[in-house]
């Protein structure tokens, strides 16, 4: 990723200003709030590679032998790749086995996770079995819903709901912040192998909802290439006499750059000497002259000096993002085709360019 620092757009903004000593404490807040405006409306206004992620993503979390695990919690399994549900609370019992060249799901205690499920209704008198590969799944009439036998045994007058694990329908979904990964912006595509080795990577048709992304199709692991979150910057200056929570910004006179701490941290521990503690907030390159002029044109019209000199700046920033549009389709021919939807749940490409 091109990145300048966030000092060097303030310098921008003071040549801009003819101020030779840097701005002051007040048109340094100023110019934060500037900065942040318009790098919130230039960051999704194009598919910039500078602030583009391509990352592997499961749908849920990997399976940990350490982890307490409670009744509906679902798992990815590496070793077979596929997706199981906890019919009952345990810790360290494997969701699958290899049995014969093949793996079989660990019941009583998981089961293969599905869309939907198919059973008899439970009956009374029945012998069910939780073992083995095919345990008894039955529907409670009851309720309508699916169930797994997790105890064997002679059903009696009445469902035992303590001797079944209620199975839930699985979707094929991508929260769009997930632990120990990057928090997701706009998405672009999702694959189902990497495109950057795989010319034969397909796109793979998805929906936006509330609270994630929902994949559609049967590919277990997929490539989402997306937009990661627009930043936030701050003239606030990290005080080395001060403690810090997490997820505080602050601006390092050191590096010339914003950093947010990963972690509560202590006097003194600045980005420099305890690098581990803080992430920096990288300014991208290709947008930092549209924000420095940007900025400055809404920070000329707030002084009303001259009046007419706003027009003339502001009408200056937007093209420099074109400039880097141009920079980046016609002249390093950087086109991409458009995912358009063919048919109920087809997806064709054609040859337009983003």
Same mark, same amino acid.
């Given at each position: 990723?091109?990145?300048?620092?966030?000092?060097?757009?303030?310098?921008?903004?003071?040549?801009?200003?003819?101020?030779?000593?840097?701005?002051?404490?007040?048109? %340094?807040?100023?110019?934060?709030?500037?900065?942040?405006?318009?790098?919130?409306?230039?960051?999704?206004?194009?598919?910039?590679?500078?602030?583009?992620?391509?990352?592997?993503?499961?749908?849920?979390?990997?399976?940990?032998?350490?982890?307490?695990?409670?009744?509906?919690?679902?798992?990815?399994?590496?070793?077979?790749?596929?997706?199981?549900?906890?019919?009952?609370?345990?810790?360290?019992?494997?969701?699958?086995?290899?049995?014969?060249?093949?793996?079989?799901?660990?019941?009583?205690?998981?089961?293969?996770?599905?869309?939907?499920?198919?059973?008899?209704?439970?009956?009374?008198?029945?012998?069910?079995?939780?073992?083995?590969?095919?345990?008894?799944?039955?529907?409670?009439?009851?309720?309508?819903?699916?169930?797994?036998?997790?105890?064997?045994?002679?059903?009696?007058?009445?469902?035992?709901?303590?001797?079944?694990?209620?199975?839930?329908?699985?979707?094929?979904?991508?929260?769009?912040?997930?632990?120990?990964?990057? %928090?997701?912006?706009?998405?672009?595509?999702?694959?189902?192998?990497?495109?950057?080795?795989?010319?034969?990577?397909?796109?793979?048709?998805?929906?936006?909802?509330?609270?994630?992304?929902?994949?559609?199709?049967?590919?277990?692991?997929?490539?989402?290439?997306?937009?990661?979150?627009?930043?936030?910057?701050?003239?606030?200056?990290?005080?080395?006499?001060?403690?810090?929570?997490?997820?505080?910004?602050?601006?390092?006179?050191?590096?010339?750059?914003?950093?947010?701490?990963?972690?509560?941290?202590?006097?003194?521990?600045?980005?420099?000497?305890?690098?581990?503690?803080?992430?920096?907030?990288?300014?991208?390159?290709?947008?930092?002259?549209?924000?420095?002029?940007?900025?400055?044109?809404?920070?000329?019209?707030?002084?009303?000096?001259?009046?007419?000199?706003?027009?003339?700046?502001?009408?200056?920033?937007?093209?420099?993002?074109?400039?880097?549009?141009?920079?980046?389709?016609?002249?390093?021919?950087?086109?991409?085709?458009?995912?358009?939807?063919?048919?109920?749940?087809?997806? %064709?490409?054609?040859?337009?360019?983003?």
């Amino acid at each position: 990723m091109r990145t300048v620092t966030y000092q060097s757009v303030i310098d921008r903004i003071a040549g801009y200003m003819s101020e030779a000593d840097g701005l002051s404490t007040e048109d %340094a807040a100023i110019a934060a709030a500037k900065i942040n405006f318009f790098v919130r409306l230039g960051w999704p206004h194009y598919w910039w590679p500078d602030t583009m992620n391509l990352e592997q993503r499961t749908f849920r979390p990997a399976y940990s032998a350490a982890t307490a695990y409670v009744v509906t919690d679902e798992v990815f399994f590496p070793a077979d790749g596929q997706y199981y549900q906890a019919l009952q609370s345990s810790t360290g019992q494997a969701p699958a086995t290899l049995v014969n060249g093949g793996y079989e799901a660990n019941a009583p205690y998981w089961a293969r996770s599905a869309g939907s499920y198919a059973g008899e209704d439970w009956a009374s008198g029945v012998a069910y079995v939780s073992t083995g590969s095919t345990p008894s799944i039955v529907r409670n009439p009851g309720d309508g819903l699916f169930y797994q036998c997790i105890v064997d045994h002679t059903s009696g007058g009445s469902f035992d709901a303590t001797k079944f694990g209620l199975l839930t329908s699985f979707v094929r979904s991508i929260d769009y912040e997930q632990t120990d990964e990057t %928090a997701i912006g706009l998405v672009r595509f999702v694959w189902n192998a990497n495109p950057e080795i795989n010319r034969n990577a397909q796109p793979q048709e998805f929906s936006l909802r509330a609270d994630f992304i929902q994949v559609y199709g049967c590919v277990n692991v997929v490539w989402l290439e997306f937009q990661r979150r627009v930043p936030e910057f701050t003239n606030l200056i990290y005080d080395t006499t001060l403690s810090y929570g997490a997820g505080v910004t602050r601006y390092d006179t050191e590096t010339g750059d914003c950093w947010t701490t990963l972690e509560p941290i202590s006097p003194g521990e600045s980005p420099t000497d305890a690098p581990s503690s803080w992430s920096k907030v990288e300014f991208p390159y290709v947008l930092a002259e549209y924000a420095a002029q940007s900025a400055y044109a809404m920070m000329t019209d707030r002084e009303q000096e001259t009046p007419e000199n706003f027009g003339i700046q502001n009408a200056a920033g937007y093209p420099l993002l074109a400039v880097e549009m141009d920079n980046l389709e016609r002249k390093q021919g950087q086109t991409r085709q458009l995912n358009v939807r063919n048919g109920a749940r087809g997806v %064709a490409m054609t040859p337009f360019s983003w």
